[in-house]
């Protein structure tokens, strides 16, 4: 399979080759490309697959299409502004509708900086008034540790995983 391919068309074929072998993955191999490369370029990804009992440098590991950049749920207009009122939403987690099937991970940064950009244009140009008690209604003592919370988030969705493995099972 060309890699190169947009990811929808190799996502598709990924999954036809699973249904034809009736397997719930396909094995990836990374022969090709130098140990020492795959070492300094994927560092994370090594020790993850390591962990799993996989070496990634010297065996080809069973791996499933999944969304690379998940296109956010919250749908907004051209300056991230939401149905609900005074509610923006920037980034991965807006639905804005300038990509299709194909967001290039690329794509993300430049177009958080260009909706950020459009969203603090609109929110500082409007009329509207600002909440005067809204850092009374923060309880801020949840953000003091940031290295815990992120911790916590990686947990989260560790977990997450975990599940989504025992359910394929």
């Given amino acids: 399979?060309?890699?190169?391919?947009?990811?929808?068309?190799?996502?598709?074929?990924?999954?036809?080759?699973?249904?034809?072998?009736?397997m719930p993955y396909v094995r990836l191999s990374l022969e090709r490309i130098p140990e020492e490369e795959i070492r300094s370029h994927f560092p994370n990804i090594c020790q993850r697959c390591l962990e799993e009992g996989y070496d990634v440098t010297k065996e080809p590991v069973p791996v499933v299409p999944a969304q690379h950049y998940f296109m956010g749920g919250i749908k907004v207009n051209l300056s991230s502004r939401t149905s609900m009122d005074r509610l923006y939403a920037v980034g991965e987690t807006s639905c804005n509708g300038v990509h299709g099937a194909n967001r290039l991970a690329s794509n993300s940064l430049l177009e958080s900086m260009v909706f950020a950009d459009r969203c603090a244009s609109e929110i500082t140009s409007s009329e509207l008034p600002v909440?005067?008690?809204?850092?009374?209604?923060?309880?801020?003592?949840?953000?003091?540790?940031?290295?815990?919370?992120?911790?916590?988030?990686?947990n989260i969705v560790l977990e997450e995983i975990e599940k989504e493995k025992k359910r394929h099972e």
Avoid: C, F, G
């Avoid at 909440?131 to 990686?154: C, G, I, M, P």
């Fill in 1 to 22: 399979m060309d890699e190169l391919l947009p990811r929808d068309v190799v996502t598709a074929a990924i999954h036809k080759q699973m249904a034809e072998d009736d």
């Fill in 131 to 154: 909440a005067k008690d809204v850092t009374d209604r923060v309880d801020w003592s949840l953000y003091q540790n940031l290295e815990q919370l992120k911790e916590q988030y990686k």
